[in-house]
């Protein structure tokens, strides 16, 4: 049987090297599993744990503190730590020896996630989802052992400018995307690219319909739109559009005789088939679009209660966003909690982790059965505005305008 991968010498030149300059402690930044050999887990955690009591730490120390603990006699390896001396005169080499120990230990996850692995495509009762999304969270923790560059090494953030600049160029993006309000479009333009914005409002509102107004704007300047729906079908979801689009009834394009050009939506994808996180991330990844609306945020499924959910959710949206390009345009329900307060602290429903990770809030409101549209939240300007929105007669198109009685609430 082939032994897993180890390095003892390396394990125990770092722990000399550690006890003979103590100022290297803090500095050795790898996990206690990362030692193969149990003794030098032991005297690993026990150097760190002294120094986290400010104490200096040497052999002779250690030898106390471990006593004390009555761990000494569990601890062969500290007689060959003395052993050392000779071998490991000098403190100069002690990032090599982490590396080697770090690069051990990663094997041997591997190793170990792999033959998991390989178990549980040999147990029948075992459901492939099951099989398929452990393979896919090893995958992910495997890419999450490839060493990071270095932030300091200028060829990365060169490198990295040029792979923007491409992309730029080849999908014809623009830094910022005006919308169908250029009065907003003012307050939060440096806002929209690959960001998070949030629209929140309580049911029946009319949050959806403002949505499909956007959609049919980014449509008309030739971007690629996706449009996850949580609540709603593709059929009804398309008829939507379409009638916005046109600037028609929504009734008069279910018409028999109602002529649309299919060429209007080809940058358009609808799903109304996708739930899980984790599908809602793949699609977006895979297909790349220039912004997605996701209708409504609570209606995605992940783990955890309400709270630990929506964190999960707000976060990985968030980082989506910033890593895949993409700006994001959540819809959410209101928290009823907000209900009868100001107008300004209207809050999506376990809205913390929302709040904190959206770039950009706005809210959707009704004033003595007048529509408002507010910027609630905005990270570049400390401040609140509230406009007055316009629909048609059919709520299939809308306009906006600053109300008169529209003022700034700095926070």
């Known amino acids: 049987m082939k032994q897993l991968p180890n390095d003892i010498q390396s394990e125990q030149c770092l722990l000399w090297c550690m006890l003979i300059d103590d100022s290297i402690i803090n500095l050795v930044d790898i ?4 030692f193969y050999d149990s003794n030098n887990r032991l005297l690993y955690k026990a150097i760190k744990s002294l120094k986290k009591h400010r104490k200096t730490v040497d052999i002779v120390l250690l030898k106390e503190f471990l006593e004390i603990h009555n761990q000494l006699d569990k601890v062969w390896g500290i007689i ?4 050392l001396t000779e071998i490991v005169p000098t403190t100069s080499n002690w990032k090599e020896y982490r590396d080697i120990i770090k690069q051990k230990a990663d ?4 190793i170990t996630y792999w033959k998991e692995i390989e178990e549980m495509w040999y147990r029948e009762e075992q459901e492939m989802d099951n099989i398929l999304n452990k393979v896919e969270n090893i995958s992910d923790y ?13 060829n990365s953030y060169v490198n990295a400018f040029e792979d923007l600049r491409d992309k730029v160029n080849a999908r014809g993006w623009m ?3 005006p919308t169908i309000f250029p009065a907003i479009d003012k307050l939060t333009k440096w806002q929209q690219e690959w960001k998070v914005t949030t629209l929140v409002a309580y049911s029946n509102v009319w949050k959806s319909k403002v949505s499909y107004s956007y959609v049919s704007n980014f449509l008309k300047q030739w971007k690629k739109v996706m449009y996850i729906s949580l609540e709603v079908d593709k059929a009804m979801l398309f008829s939507n559009i379409i009638a916005n689009y046109y600037n028609k009834n929504y009734y008069d394009v279910l018409e028999e005789d109602f002529y649309y050009e299919m060429q209007d939506f080809e940058k358009l994808e609808i799903y109304d088939n996708l739930y899980k996180l984790q599908d809602i991330k793949n699609v977006i990844r895979s297909r790349m679009p220039d912004i997605v609306f996701i209708d409504f945020i609570q209606n995605i499924q992940a783990s955890g209660t309400e709270t630990e959910k929506m964190t999960t959710i707000a976060q990985e949206l968030q980082q989506l966003a910033i890593l895949s390009w993409v700006s994001i345009f959540n819809l959410s329900q209101a928290n009823n909690d907000s209900r009868f307060k100001n107008w300004t602290d209207i809050q999506p429903k376990w809205s913390g982790a929302i709040f904190a990770s959206t770039d950009i809030m706005f809210a959707l409101h009704r004033e003595n059965w007048q529509l408002y549209y507010t910027i609630s939240k905005n990270k570049y300007w400390p401040a609140h ?3 007055l929105m316009m629909p048609n007669e059919t709520y299939t198109n809308f306009t906006i305008t600053e109300a008169e009685d529209s003022i700034w609430l700095t926070s």
Do not use: S
């Not at 996990?31 to 990362?34: G, K, L, P, S």
């Not at 094997?107 to 591997?110: A, D, E, G, W």
């Open 175 to 177: 830094l910022w995307i």
């Open 80 to 83: 060959h730590l003395a052993e």
């Open 107 to 110: 094997r041997r996850k591997i």
């Open 31 to 34: 996990d206690i599993e990362d």
């Open 385 to 387: 505005k509230k406009f």
């Open 142 to 154: 495997i890419f999450d052992l490839k060493p990071k560059e270095n932030i300091w090494d200028t």
